[in-house]
């Protein structure tokens, strides 16, 4: 389990919970094959067995979203250029070099829809090719998203 503020969380159930040694200002988690990524407020930190933790290459900023996305994952920091991609499971991180609106702190506006393509929403809604790092804006000056997720990822 992770905590905004403090540190990483571990047990069999949430009455047994004990504090791990990570300690961040953390916001998502994702499990990708062995690794357990953290998205923190200054990058993504991963780990194979919850007791040795390393930062992701290319990964500073501050990070919140992670989403798999076929053989990718997908992320997201404050900055004009938002989205993030990683090609081996999270321990190295490359911008996607897409002008869009800027999320802002607690957000989560990335979300996959298939193999190399994402929606990805902030003050507006924009369809994301990842590898050629295109979008195309389908809705835009909405109030800032907080969450997006994709039920139907046949669309």
Same mark, same amino acid.
């Given at each position: 389990?992770?905590?905004?503020?403090?540190?990483?969380l571990?047990g069999?159930?949430?009455?047994?919970?004990e504090?791990?040694?990570?300690s961040?200002?953390?916001?998502?988690?994702?499990?990708v094959?062995?690794l357990l990524? /953290?998205a923190?407020?200054?990058?993504?930190y +991963?780990?194979e067995?919850l007791?040795?933790?390393?930062?992701a290459?290319?990964?500073?900023g +501050?990070?919140?979203a992670?989403?798999?996305?076929?053989?990718?994952?997908?992320?997201?920091?404050?900055?004009?250029?938002?989205v993030?991609?990683?090609?081996d499971?999270?321990?190295?991180?490359?911008k996607?070099?897409?002008?869009l609106?800027?999320?802002?702190?607690?957000?989560?506006?990335i979300?996959c829809?298939?193999?190399?393509?994402?929606? +990805?929403?902030?003050?507006?809604? +924009?369809?994301?090719?990842?590898?050629?790092?295109k979008?195309?804006?389908l809705?835009e000056? /909405?109030?800032?998203?907080r969450?997006?997720?994709?039920?139907?990822?046949d669309?």
């Amino acid at each position: 389990a992770s905590v905004e503020v403090g540190n990483l969380l571990r047990g069999p159930d949430l009455a047994s919970l004990e504090p791990l040694s990570f300690s961040h200002d953390q916001h998502n988690l994702l499990a990708v094959e062995e690794l357990l990524l /953290i998205a923190t407020a200054s990058g993504v930190y +991963y780990t194979e067995d919850l007791e040795a933790f390393s930062e992701a290459n290319g990964s500073h900023g +501050y990070f919140h979203a992670l989403e798999k996305c076929g053989d990718l994952v997908l992320g997201h920091v404050i900055s004009s250029k938002p989205v993030k991609i990683s090609r081996d499971r999270g321990r190295s991180w490359e911008k996607v070099d897409i002008e869009l609106p800027s999320p802002t702190t607690g957000t989560t506006g990335i979300a996959c829809i298939g193999e190399g393509k994402a929606i +990805y929403a902030s003050s507006g809604v +924009y369809l994301v090719d990842l590898e050629n790092r295109k979008a195309e804006k389908l809705v835009e000056k /909405i109030p800032m998203t907080r969450r997006v997720t994709i039920l139907d990822k046949d669309l």
